[in-house]
């Protein structure tokens, strides 16, 4: 049974980096394909990017060249880090198997972005 | 960047009736079309991939259709469980994009 659980600060800065972690326990993260999906506080779904147990990534242009993921094999899991963050960055994140269909999500961790 | 628009924002219906979700792309998605279920402080969950195929445990009253540009998910006779927020996401081209949502409410 394939379990995500991602974490990281609830808190960030503005202009800071937020880092998020993804722990998947069940399958290998070398299996999977993995992407990362935020909802803003009372809005839908945008999808950040996905990444590869190999390191290849996509990312949505829509966020500048802010995104950056990376997989911990040793770990199974996978990050996110988004640079340069401003209140619009302030959103539940989630990571998520698949780059298609996303067929397992985790709970998702609230992140607000504020001094 | 494929946009994807999805009719109505809100449907209001009865117990036991049925719901028909309409979700259009701005170019064809070929079958690349998944639907998901999002209830209030849960995480999305997947109901429909390649536009009509059910995930793993999804109910038979679900059942997705369409192709291109055009698609539909249809819940045969709605449960209290139901009643959520329903957005569709295109798979056929980068970035990956979501439609607005729509919200199946009790009539």
């Known amino acids: 049974q394939v379990h995500l659980q991602e974490s990281g600060p609830g808190l960030v800065k503005p202009s800071e980096t937020l880092s998020l972690t993804c722990t998947v326990s069940g399958p290998s993260i070398s299996d999977h394909y993995w992407s990362w999906v935020r909802q803003a506080p009372g809005k839908g779904l945008e999808w950040i990017g996905y990444?590869?147990?190999?390191?290849?990534?996509n990312y949505n242009p829509s966020l500048k060249s802010r995104p950056t993921m990376s997989v911990d094999t040793s770990k199974n899991q996978c990050s996110l880090r988004l640079s340069s963050v401003t209140a619009a960055d302030t959103a539940v994140y989630y990571c998520?198997?698949?780059?298609?269909?996303?067929?397992?999500w985790g709970q998702g961790t609230p992140v607000t972005v504020s001094s | 960047e494929i946009v994807m628009t999805q009719s109505p924002a809100t449907l209001s219906v009865s117990p036991g009736e049925r719901a028909t979700l309409s979700c259009r792309a701005s170019r064809s998605v070929s079958s690349s079309l998944a639907w998901y279920q999002q209830k209030p402080g849960q995480a999305p969950r997947l109901l429909i991939y390649?536009?009509?195929t059910r995930a793993t445990g999804i109910p038979a009253r679900f059942s997705g259709g369409g192709s291109g540009t055009e698609f539909t998910l249809t819940i045969s006779s709605l449960q209290s469980e139901d009643f959520a927020v329903y957005y569709c996401q295109q798979y056929n081209d980068w970035p990956r994009t979501f439609g607005q949502g729509t919200n199946v409410e009790i009539k």
């Open positions: 390649g536009a009509s």
């Open positions: 990444i590869s147990y190999s390191g290849s990534a």
């Open positions: 998520a198997k698949g780059v298609g269909g996303m067929d397992v």
